[in-house]
């Protein structure tokens, strides 16, 4: 195709004609599935979102194939939606304004591990990078719930972490990602090496600020994970058991995830062993680490329930870590309908008692599910995916007020604009990086408000 011919009254529709070499999805139907993500988990986002979809996606599967595309949609001024595999929970995905949903899923080669570093085109699967890394000794430091299905663009342009952050905290601490190789979205698209810090300027954008083609990522040594899980009758020995081992420097572990009554019950390989009075510690640790992990918890008053090798956890293809992060939530839903959630960052060295105080004051209505890590700075602490019973917008507000009241950071599930959600102080850098990528401001256009305030002012 000469897209130098092309006229600006082209629209979305006109592509597949135009680049017949790119994989093009026009059904309707298919369409409209391929422009949602999970937030329907959010009755607020379902209802926001109605009805927002793309015109047609494209799947390519080379940096060629992406270039025509983008070069067509910036000379014909259509807007540009980047898709991983749709796992984002706040319509990241979702198109506000129609136009091109550029799908990167078939995108997806693995490049290379050096040492213990590894670098993948950014549609790859996390399950897949890892099975590419694991014969060099290396897996990621990081595996959302998802990691089956998400992708590492995905996760680096909506996500937060995983099973791995106790250790390495969020993608976001420094030392995590190296570096990325970005796109331009120009008539005449530009492909950009950015590194270090600078590279995290398009980190949690909601893919507004750039096309992410590749990611260079630190590497951790692999381990024959075990799965175990830890049962008590009380609330706050459950939450001081999986505080202290959290910070247990001899104990290596993955993943702490605790789960107060009645959750364990919702969870298909713990409700045999679970009544709905009994708090669970959901745990991925290293197996030498068990028999300290077992005293620990019967000190607290607790004892093991469930035991799994990493030989069996692979052989059953269940892990419990799609027990853990969202898939709590995804599993009570499945339960009941009615649940919601919100998501709390709670105070280092406070958080313990932050959490026994919300509990006093909303359990029953909020059912806590917390999951233990290092923050960025590297602090030991919590970060919440509270199930509420849901009634009414108005209450969730309160409950969110409430936690912050508390001196509980929330960050807001139920907002798909960036700034709302995590990053209610966006650094003005992001906006001077979408300059730099995006000058006409056709990614995922409506996301970033700062942009659009910006558009209005120099208007
Ligand atoms: C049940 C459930 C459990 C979850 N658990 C976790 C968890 O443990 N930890 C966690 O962090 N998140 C979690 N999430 C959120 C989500 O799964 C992750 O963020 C995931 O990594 C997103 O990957 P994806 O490929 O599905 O991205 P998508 O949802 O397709 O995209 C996410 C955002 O990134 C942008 N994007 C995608 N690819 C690129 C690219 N190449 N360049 C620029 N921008 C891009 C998109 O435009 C979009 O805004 C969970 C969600 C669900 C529904």
């Not at 986002?45 to 992406?66: M, W, Y």
């Amino acid at each position: 195709m000469n897209s130098t011919l092309l006229e600006p009254t082209v629209t979305a529709h006109d592509l597949p004609n135009l680049i017949p070499s790119v994989e093009w999805i026009t059904d309707t139907a298919r369409v409209a599935r391929l422009s949602q993500d999970f937030a329907w988990f959010s009755p607020i986002l379902k209802r926001d979102l109605a009805g927002k979809v793309g015109e047609v996606v494209a799947r390519p599967r080379s940096e060629v194939e992406i270039s025509a595309i983008v070069a067509a949609c910036a000379k014909a001024k259509i807007p540009l939606t980047i898709r991983g595999t749709g796992t984002g929970n706040y319509g990241q995905s979702t198109p506000l304004f129609g136009g091109v949903i550029l799908d990167l899923s078939g995108f997806n080669a693995f490049c290379w591990v050096r040492g213990q570093v590894g670098r993948a085109q950014s549609g790859i699967r996390l399950s897949e990078f890892d099975v590419h890394a694991r014969p060099h000794g290396m897996e990621l430091r990081w595996l959302p719930s998802t990691f089956r299905s998400a992708t590492l663009g995905g996760l680096f342009g909506g996500g937060f972490g995983g099973a791995g952050s106790i250790n390495y905290g969020p993608l976001a601490a420094p030392g995590n990602v190296l570096a990325v190789r970005v796109m331009t979205v120009e008539p005449e698209p530009q492909i950009v090496e950015v590194r270090g810090a600078e590279a995290m300027l398009l980190h949690h954008t909601y893919g507004t600020n750039g096309i992410v083609l590749e990611l260079e990522v630190a590497l951790s040594p692999c381990v024959p994970w075990s799965e175990c899980v830890a049962q008590f009758e009380s609330f706050d020995n459950a939450l001081e058991f999986a505080s202290k081992l959290t910070k247990a420097p001899g104990l290596i572990k993955k993943e702490i995830s605790f789960l107060a009554a009645p959750i364990p019950t919702y969870m298909a390989p713990l409700m045999p062993l679970f009544n709905d009075k009994q708090h669970a510690v959901l745990m991925v640790l290293a197996p030498q680490s068990i028999e300290g992990v077992e005293e620990m918890a019967k000190a607290f008053g607790g004892g093991f329930c469930y035991n799994k090798t990493a030989e069996e956890v692979q052989s059953s293809n269940r892990t419990l870590v799609e027990y853990t992060w969202n898939h709590t939530t995804l599993h009570a839903l499945k339960i009941d309908k009615n649940f919601t959630y919100i998501q709390s960052g709670f105070t280092p060295s406070k958080h313990v008692e932050q959490v026994k105080a919300l509990e006093k004051e909303l359990g029953g209505e909020v059912l806590m599910h917390l999951e233990f890590l290092r923050t960025k700075e590297g602090d030991f602490n919590c970060s919440g995916l509270q199930l509420i019973h849901y009634t009414t917008e108005e209450r969730l507000n309160e409950i969110m007020a409430i936690y912050r009241s508390h001196g509980v950071q929330i960050n807001n599930p139920h907002v798909y604009i960036v700034e709302d959600g995590k990053q209610n102080n966006l650094d003005p850098a992001v906006v001077k990086m979408k300059e730099r990528f995006d000058p006409l401001g056709l990614l995922n256009p409506g996301k970033l408000r700062s942009w659009a305030s910006r558009e209005q002012r120099t208007s």
